[in-house]
């Protein structure tokens, strides 16, 4: 077996160089009185004594883990957050939420108070050792990670990390946490083996069961009015040529609802969307495919004829406490192995089913052109002046300086519709956890894994502040990560409007100037922030004026090489609100 022995002086120095040979690239902290030696393992791998991930200073804990999903999402490598015992853990939980809803693996840390009050290397020493400990400290995470664990002593720390990293990278994925304590951590091994490279690997994805695809494709195949819906599928990037080559070849028109990645390009003929509503009541056939919403049941009325196929790693979404959708057939199986295999059951039943392809094809090619107008008629009105800045306005701008390369980040109520999204892993959404602050980290984890791209970033006025504007832009400065962030600020949390609108669309709150909690007027100078990190900032009001502020935002990311972030004001349309409240 290969084996490395080396001398280190602690065990978070053999801790720190058992991530970097296990590929963990960098290690986004936030420190507290806990990290003593896990501070000196770094500072000895950036003198070249050491060895260990690249550390991102970040001084929030819920920044620090959107960068690593946006890390993730954008390269497919695992990333270690460090933070400070409980009250790090705490501000962290909220970004760790949004990772297990969308199967995205961090390898989340913390330090622990000292266990010892006196008699060993680290411990107590501060009055806030005892009021920061905990009975159980990974309790807190416990619900949204897959695995949890306090590392206890030194000759553990080779299978521990294995055993955490296999978890995290094994589909379904998702977080991990453990704990470090501040005596375990200063630990003196002196020598130090260990395995490399590892033998201890991620479990391979599963294969789908060929009789249950049979089934699938029978039921897909013998369908007049099949549809597709998902929302993450495109975050296993092969899945995306293999969607598109199943619903070209046998016309079955794919929704995106609630999307988190590019799933299917925009310009594809079978791209019906973003909203499964309207076609739901006739629909015979329903492939859900890595989709844990694939509609409202309070809101959509579904063909109760219907037969609903539910595929994915993790069909049933079982951590979900309450799930209750119609699953006729579920397959546990990666979208990027199942969908060809399912693609290849079809096609000894294309010739029989050639007649209803070519129907629907004809269809949608009509639903489609109906689409296309009704957006280009909404811009046209923002553009004459009949209709105030909106959204739609926003996205239709973008469109016209975004490339198909660049990347998109949006934690915001983007019309998705009027935009171009054609390559895989060029669009990442919000988690549907909803954890709110996630944007602004997300689009700095996915420009530190890919430096050579441009990236956007669009958050609402809410957003952009749960997102810790200060530290990102501080992080973004510190480490010449330059972002171009657009807020689309319309004075009010628009969800919850929206929401209050749904339930009450004639009540108190419809007529009241101001509902209580739900608007954020006056607005701060939003613009005016990233100026104090030396970032370019603008307003604008008017949506004539909005393209080039954008390129000006572009000029100084690409030129200037300093983050920017334009400041839009957009209006909320309450009767657009009602209406698409009950879509």
């Given at each position: 077996?290969?084996?490395?022995?080396?001398k280190?002086d602690?065990?978070?120095?053999?801790?720190?160089?058992?991530?970097?040979?296990?590929?963990?690239?960098?290690?986004?902290?936030?420190?507290g009185?806990?990290?003593?030696?896990?501070?000196?393992?770094?500072?000895?791998?950036?003198?070249?004594?050491?060895?260990a991930?690249?550390?991102?200073?970040?001084?929030?804990e819920?920044?620090?883990?959107?960068?690593?999903?946006?890390?993730?999402?954008?390269?497919?490598?695992?990333?270690?957050v460090?933070?400070?015992?409980?009250?790090?853990?705490?501000?962290?939980?909220?970004?760790?939420?949004?990772?297990?809803?969308e199967?995205?693996?961090?390898?989340?840390?913390?330090?622990?108070?000292p266990?010892?009050?006196?008699?060993?290397?680290?411990?107590?020493?501060?009055?806030?050792?005892?009021?920061?400990?905990?009975?159980?400290?990974?309790?807190?995470?416990?619900?949204?990670?897959?695995?949890?664990?306090?590392?206890?002593?030194?000759?553990?720390?080779?299978?521990?990390?294995?055993r955490?990293?296999?978890?995290?990278?094994?589909?379904p994925?998702?977080?991990?946490y453990?704990?470090?304590p501040?005596?375990?951590?200063?630990?003196?091994?002196g020598?130090?083996t260990?395995?490399?490279?590892?033998?201890?690997?991620?479990?391979?994805?599963?294969?789908?069961?060929?009789?249950?695809?049979?089934?699938?494709?029978?039921?897909?195949?013998?369908?007049?009015?099949?549809?597709?819906?998902?929302?993450?599928?495109?975050?296993?990037?092969?899945?995306?040529?293999?969607?598109?080559?199943?619903?070209?070849?046998?016309?079955?028109?794919?929704?995106?609802?609630?999307?988190?990645?590019?799933?299917?390009?925009t310009?594809?003929?079978?791209h019906?969307?973003?909203?499964?509503?309207?076609?739901?009541?006739?629909?015979?056939a329903i492939?859900?495919?890595?989709?844990?919403?694939?509609?409202?049941p309070?809101?959509?009325?579904?063909?109760?004829?219907?037969?609903?196929?539910?595929?994915?790693?993790?069909?049933?979404?079982e951590?979900?406490?309450?799930?209750?959708f119609?699953?006729?057939?579920?397959?546990?199986?990666?979208?990027?192995?199942?969908?060809?295999?399912?693609?290849?059951?079809?096609?000894?039943?294309?010739?029989?089913?050639?007649?209803?392809?070519?129907?629907?094809?004809?269809?949608?090619?009509?639903?489609?052109?109906d689409?296309?107008?009704?957006?280009?008629?909404?811009?046209?009105?923002?553009?004459?002046?009949?209709?105030?800045m909106?959204?739609?306005?926003?996205?239709?701008?973008?469109?016209?300086?975004?490339?198909?390369?660049?990347?998109?980040?949006?934690?915001?109520?983007?019309?998705?519709?009027?935009?171009?999204?054609?390559?895989?892993?060029?669009?990442?959404?919000?988690?549907?956890?909803?954890?709110?602050?996630?944007?602004?980290?997300?689009?700095l984890?996915?420009?530190?894994?890919?430096?050579?791209k441009?990236?956007?970033?669009?958050?609402?006025?809410?957003?952009?502040?749960?997102?810790?504007?200060?530290?990102?832009?501080?992080?973004?400065?510190?480490?010449?990560?330059?972002?171009?962030?657009?807020?689309?600020?319309?004075k009010?949390?628009?969800?919850?409007?929206?929401?209050?609108?749904?339930?009450?669309?004639?009540?108190?709150?419809?007529?009241?100037?101001q509902?209580?909690?739900?608007?954020?007027?006056?607005?701060?100078?939003?613009?005016?922030?990233?100026?104090?990190?030396?970032?370019?900032?603008?307003?604008?009001?008017?949506?004539?004026?909005?393209?080039?502020?954008?390129?000006r935002?572009?000029?100084?990311?690409?030129v200037?090489?300093?983050?920017?972030?334009?400041?839009?004001h957009?209006?909320?349309d309450?009767?657009?609100?009602?209406?698409?409240?009950?879509?």
């Open positions: 077996m290969p084996a490395k022995t080396i280190v602690s065990a978070a120095e053999a801790y720190l160089t058992l991530l970097k040979d296990r590929e963990v690239d960098y290690l986004f902290g936030n420190a009185t806990d990290f003593p030696s896990i501070i000196e393992g770094l500072s000895k791998s950036l003198t070249g004594e050491g060895s991930p690249i550390p991102v200073t970040v001084p929030h819920n920044l620090a883990v959107a960068m690593a999903h946006g890390y993730y999402v954008s390269t497919g490598r695992l990333a270690s460090m933070v400070h015992v409980n009250v790090g853990t705490a501000n962290a939980i909220c970004g760790v939420m949004n990772a297990a809803r199967n995205v693996p961090v390898l989340m840390t913390s330090g622990r108070t266990l010892t009050e006196e008699g060993f290397d680290g411990s107590r020493s501060l009055y806030i050792h005892w009021g920061q400990e905990m009975f159980d400290q990974g309790g807190v995470m416990r619900e949204m990670v897959k695995w949890d664990y306090e590392l206890r002593n030194a000759k553990q720390v080779e299978t521990i990390v294995d955490a990293v296999t978890v995290a990278m094994t589909e994925r998702g977080p991990v453990l704990s470090l501040r005596e375990v951590l200063a630990e003196k091994p020598d130090f260990f395995q490399s490279p590892t033998r201890r690997q991620p479990a391979r994805p599963a294969a789908a069961d060929a009789n249950a695809i049979d089934e699938a494709a029978e039921i897909l195949a013998n369908a007049e009015n099949p549809i597709i819906i998902t929302a993450s599928m495109g975050q296993n990037r092969a899945a995306v040529p293999a969607l598109e080559s199943l619903a070209e070849r046998f016309a079955l028109p794919v929704i995106s609802y609630r999307p988190r990645y590019v799933n299917i390009s310009d594809h003929p079978m019906m969307g973003y909203e499964p509503g309207a076609y739901l009541p006739d629909a015979d492939l859900v495919l890595d989709c844990d919403v694939p509609w409202i309070s809101l959509h009325k579904l063909n109760p004829d219907a037969k609903v196929i539910h595929l994915g790693a993790d069909p049933l979404y951590n979900y406490p309450v799930r209750g119609q699953c006729d057939l579920g397959i546990r199986g990666s979208a990027g192995t199942s969908i060809p295999m399912l693609e290849e059951a079809m096609a000894s039943r294309q010739k029989s089913a050639q007649a209803r392809i070519d129907s629907r094809r004809s269809k949608i090619a009509g639903i489609k052109g689409q296309a107008a009704a957006n280009q008629a909404r811009i046209e009105k923002i553009a004459s002046g009949t209709a105030a909106d959204n739609a306005w926003v996205a239709h701008c973008l469109n016209q300086l975004k490339q198909d390369d660049d990347i998109l980040v949006s934690e915001s109520q983007l019309a998705l519709g009027n935009l171009s999204l054609r390559d895989p892993g060029s669009f990442f959404g919000t988690s549907p956890s909803g954890g709110l602050g996630w944007g602004l980290g997300a689009s984890g996915a420009k530190l894994g890919q430096k050579d441009r990236v956007f970033c669009v958050v609402g006025d809410g957003s952009y502040m749960f997102g810790n504007p200060t530290p990102a832009h501080f992080v973004s400065a510190a480490y010449e990560l330059p972002t171009l962030t657009v807020i689309m600020n319309n009010m949390w628009g969800s919850v409007r929206k929401a209050t609108l749904g339930l009450y669309p004639d009540g108190a709150a419809s007529s009241s100037n509902a209580p909690l739900t608007y954020l007027d006056p607005a701060p100078e939003y613009h005016k922030i990233v100026q104090a990190s030396d970032g370019y900032g603008e307003e604008v009001s008017d949506p004539n004026d909005l393209q080039a502020a954008l390129e935002g572009i000029k100084a990311v690409e200037d090489k300093r983050q920017a972030v334009i400041n839009v957009t209006t909320y309450d009767e657009a609100a009602k209406a698409d409240a009950v879509r």
